[in-house]
């Protein structure tokens, strides 16, 4: 019984692991000019995420350097609640053995690093390394892109010089990629855009073949979700190449526990999903989205996919406008016509006068008669009165 205890202690020690670091935060970092002679103290905080059963591969190392001048290391390990210093140390490089770092991962394992130096002059133009930390293998050669490193340029007259201010070169490890599941571009479609109010069926397929020991975290899920319209869900199980009866639903969301997909590395295990519904004319997250979530609920670093498929942007046509053609310009004609003479009066019956519309002389003579019978009598009286 002890044997089979001990044998099975000595194969979760032994299973290869991929397991690397993240930086979680720092401070200290100088984000100008290093001067000579001056004291720099810089805290990097280190994280180890990843799905395998140990923090840390235990047959790695990790190995701290500085080109500051009487640096001052300290290293505590932090886990499960508790902390312990794993170094104190005076020396430019110091390395961890991976054994040191190697818990169980559900631990929730960090690494306190903190560097104090003093900048020396350099007799150059090139960045001063101030930390550095790297994972290495066996042969002591880097883990793929295991490796932290800030650099600054440093003045060595303690005068700033004139002009920018130059930025720290910084090289961080890229993000984990802590998903369990590989995505097939050939069984994941349609790639292109899908049309407002028409009936799609989006389709992919997932093979859980990244981890060693299993294929799917059993305290993980993998949650499914759509934006589609009345979404109807076929999932289905594939395991060593045979098919598993088939759950369908209908829901925007779709839930697999993590032990439903847990089975060891050995068997081959993979999943088809095809949800089919309307699509809508927009939506507030994708039509297809997969994602793996921890423990804590939260999606793991890389562990998310979204189906390409994408909502046609469908642009209103513009309503048309009669054109109204422009009236034209009326031309000016030349009225050839002659202009109205009006008739003339009829001439007045010639009466003999001397203008024939106004006195004749038969009128002269009458007007003499009639001024004679006027006179005299008149004259008759005044002789008359002299005479007597």
């Known amino acids: 019984m002890m044997r089979g205890i001990i044998s099975c202690a000595i194969l979760i020690l032994l299973i290869p692991s991929a397991a690397g670091f993240v930086v979680l935060d720092s401070d200290g970092i ?69 054994w040191e770092l190697s818990y169980p991962a559900a631990e929730d394992v960090t690494l306190s690093i903190s560097l104090r130096g003093t900048v020396p002059g350099n007799g150059s133009d090139a960045p001063l390394s101030i930390i550095r930390v790297r994972q290495l293998d066996g042969s002591y050669q880097l883990r793929e892109d295991n490796e932290y490193s800030v650099s600054q340029i ?35 479609t349609p790639a292109g855009e899908v049309t407002p109010g028409e ?19 059993g305290t993980d899920t993998l949650r499914l979700r759509s934006a589609l319209i009345d979404p109807a869900w076929e999932v289905t199980l594939i395991r060593n190449g045979a098919e598993m009866p088939s759950s369908t639903r209908r829901s925007p969301y779709y839930t697999i526990p993590g032990f439903e997909l847990s089975y060891p590395q050995r068997e081959n295990v993979g999943l088809r999903v095809a949800v089919t519904g309307g699509v809508p004319p927009d939506a507030g997250f994708p039509l297809l989205e997969i994602s793996q979530c921890g423990p804590d609920g939260y999606a793991r670093e890389g562990a998310i996919f979204i189906h390409p498929a994408s909502i046609a942007d469908l642009l209103e046509e513009p309503e048309e406008i009669p054109v109204i053609p422009p009236s034209p310009t009326p031309v000016p004609t030349t009225d050839t016509t002659p202009a109205h003479t009006p008739d003339p009066l009829p001439a007045p019956d010639d009466t003999g ?16 008669d009639s001024f004679i019978e006027f006179i005299v009598p008149h004259i008759h009286r005044i002789i008359s009165g002299i005479g007597g």
Do not use: C, H, M
């Open 30 to 98: 100088p984000d100008g000019y290093l001067i000579l002679g001056d004291e720099k103290t810089v805290l990097v905080n280190l994280g180890f995420p990843g799905l395998e059963l140990l923090s840390f591969p235990s047959g790695d190392i990790l190995e701290l350097q500085t080109d500051l001048t009487n640096p001052e290391w300290t290293v505590i390990l932090r886990r499960g609640g508790g902390e312990s210093t794993l170094r104190q140390s005076v020396r430019s490089r110091e390395r961890i053995s991976g």
């Open 154 to 188: 440093v003045s060595p007259s303690g005068i700033i010089p004139s002009g920018g201010i130059p930025d720290p070169v910084i090289i961080a490890p890229p993000p984990p990629d802590l998903s369990a599941f590989t995505i097939s571009p050939r069984y994941t």
């Open 353 to 368: 006068g001397i203008y024939p519309d106004l006195i004749s002389f038969e009128k002269i003579g009458a007007l003499i």
């Open 199 to 217: 009936t799609v069926t989006l389709r992919t397929r997932l093979s859980f073949d990244r981890l060693r020991s299993t294929s799917f975290p």
